[in-house]
């Protein structure tokens, strides 16, 4: 047990979260590489150790082991060399859930090739952007027509692009990339020399989904993956040799948190059910009881639009351990979903930019509170920052900072904006990277979310922070999911707006809305009323599954300036 773990950590086992933030360590070597000293250990450890078990819609059922990842990366990364890939070269990954992503991804960290994960809804202007700000060399996907379409158009635009290739499919102007996988050989040698990575090497970039402003080109290095052993084993609790599940698509931060590279280190295996087109809830929940998932991490909509169906048609008792990130999670969730399973819900707290930063790491060593984001990721020096630049009091809110991260670079962290020198100088070699979260801690050291910078609101004088006015309209029954946002008011200068997604027997009337209204006042102070609501058959987000506040307080501006 812990057979990769005990090649990085000193101490695994820790009796308190006190003793855990004291003493935490990992140790990172020098060339450290996850397909090697991840996949390939594993594979030469326990041949037929189980990775990856991937299932789809249509019944399709895929099981492989260490030892067929390490065979089909090495094939592949002979393929990806015989097109003239090589260490430092740039190549776009867009694959939805495909289990050739982790084939891929593997291949390419063992060449040195930066990986950037792309989500299926890009556009050819979106495509255009990434491929150019990061000279992408060849891009792999997924056998979608929308996507094929966009690259298409896309590809004559990108500079640098040579190669596009596409899952188990001949297209003109495409290379197929189960025949390039066939053909390679399945003996690759670790590259030495110059060929050879190190550890702060770039080895992939995200793109953030961003609200506002074009996306960032976010860097990692080689040492990013050993930053989620800290995302795998201490908040999400996956076992080894048992199925993990997070939901997300490959496109995305949040994959790496979940799908890869902490469960792996951890050896546990990956369950991937490949959904397409809309999020089903009875589909997810039936996944999970046929294949008695263990681990399970979604993020907080997918709880709620959960907590709709009738969860005792469901046997969910294989459920050991219950995780979410993506939004705040509201107390009112956490409440229904422990009634109706039994299992408490560990939110996680962070960013593309590195692995967890805070959690509510288990109740064997705190108990989760309500409201709460959990404490701080030891890996990290985390301290809230207020206007003045001086650190906060106990009950002070200010802005989630991690500290000097120039003169101690931090596993995990992100090493700064890829081919930007200096976005990396402004955002990361000052007091230290502003994640731009504001935050308050209590004395027993619980960190609690108020909102991101630009979500709160200012309300004749008042500072009203988003996430406590949403968790008190998510308490009532005919509200799935809400986002609280300011909207322009002659007077107040701003006023509180809720847009409303409604549960199923629930419609819009002025009754309704009078009686959330009155509803929030009672949860909370009287002046954080949502003066306005607006009802809606979803909400605008991001592809991470981010609430877009920013584009909604965008249109309530436009309709504000257009009317005066």
């Not at 491929?131 to 996507?147: E, L, P, T």
């Not at 546990?268 to 397409?276: I, P």
């Not at 090493?415 to 731009?436: D, F, I």
């Not at 991101?452 to 200012?458: C, E, G, S």
Request: a negative charge; one cysteine or more.
């Amino acid at each position: 047990m812990d057979y990769l773990l005990k090649q990085f950590l000193p101490q695994i086992e820790f009796s308190s979260y006190e003793e855990f933030k004291e003493k935490f360590k990992i140790n990172v070597p020098d060339h450290f590489n996850f397909g090697y000293d991840v996949v390939d250990a594993w594979a030469e450890a326990e041949p037929e150790k189980r990775a990856l078990l991937w299932v789809n819609e249509e019944g399709e059922e895929k099981s492989f082991t260490f030892t067929d990842i390490k065979r089909l990366s090495n094939k592949t990364a002979n393929f990806f060399k015989s097109l003239g890939l090589k260490k430092g070269d740039v190549v776009m990954l867009i694959l939805r859930r495909r289990w050739e992503y982790w084939v891929c991804a593997t291949a390419l960290h063992k060449l040195g090739v930066i990986l950037i994960p792309a989500t299926l809804q890009l556009t050819k202007k979106d495509i255009v952007y990434r491929g150019n700000a990061a000279g992408v060399k060849a891009v792999i996907c997924v056998n979608d027509a929308f996507v094929i379409s966009q690259v298409e158009a896309a590809a004559p635009e990108i500079a640098s692009l040579k190669n596009k290739i596409l899952v188990g499919e001949k297209r003109p102007g495409w290379l197929d990339l189960h025949e390039g996988m066939d053909a390679g050989s399945d003996i690759l040698l670790r590259p030495a020399g110059d060929a050879a990575t190190k550890t702060d090497d770039v080895m992939l970039v995200y793109f953030t989904s961003g609200t506002t402003g074009m996306p960032k080109l976010v860097q990692h290095n080689f040492a990013y993956p050993l930053g989620h052993i800290v995302t795998a084993k201490y908040w999400q609790h996956v076992e080894e040799n048992k199925l993990h599940m997070s939901v997300s698509d490959s496109g995305w931060a949040k994959f790496g948190w979940g799908k890869i590279y902490g469960q792996w280190i951890c050896g546990a295996t990956v369950f991937c059910y490949d959904m397409v087109g809309k999020f089903d809830p009875k589909k997810l929940l039936r996944m999970v009881e046929k294949y008695g998932v263990t681990t399970f991490c979604v993020p907080p909509t997918m709880y709620r639009f959960m907590l709709q169906e009738d969860l005792s048609q469901y046997d969910l008792s294989c459920l050991h351990h219950c995780a979410t990130a993506g939004e705040p999670l509201n107390p009112e969730v956490v409440k229904q979903w422990k009634a109706l399973t039994g299992q408490q819900i560990y939110e996680g707290f962070g960013q593309s930019e590195g692995p967890v930063l805070m959690a509510n790491f288990g109740s064997e060593w705190f108990a989760p509170i309500e409201g709460s984001t959990g404490k701080p990721n030891p890996l990290y020096d985390i301290q809230l920052i207020n206007n003045e630049g001086e650190i906060c009091e106990d009950g002070e809110e200010g802005s989630l900072t991690i500290m000097d991260v120039k003169n101690h670079p931090p596993v995990g962290l992100f090493t700064g904006y890829y081919k930007n020198p200096e976005q990396t100088a402004e955002k990361l070699y000052g007091v230290g990277y502003n994640t731009g979260d504001v935050l308050w801690r209590d004395s027993d050291g619980y960190y609690r979310f108020v909102g991101r910078n630009d979500d709160v609101i200012k309300c004749s004088g008042y500072r009203i922070g988003p996430f406590e006015v949403e968790s008190a309209l998510i308490a009532h029954p005919a509200v799935v999911e809400c986002a609280i946002t300011g909207a322009p008011d002659p007077i107040r200068g701003q006023v509180v707006k809720a847009t409303v997604v409604l549960a199923k027997g629930f419609t819009p009337s002025p009754e309704l809305t009078k009686e959330l209204q009155t509803h929030v006042k009672k949860l909370t102070a009287p002046y954080k009323y949502p003066r306005i609501i607006e009802y809606v058959e979803e909400l605008p987000k991001t592809v991470g599954g981010k609430i877009k506040r920013a584009q909604i307080r965008k249109a309530d501006e436009d309709t504000y300036n257009n009317g005066n």
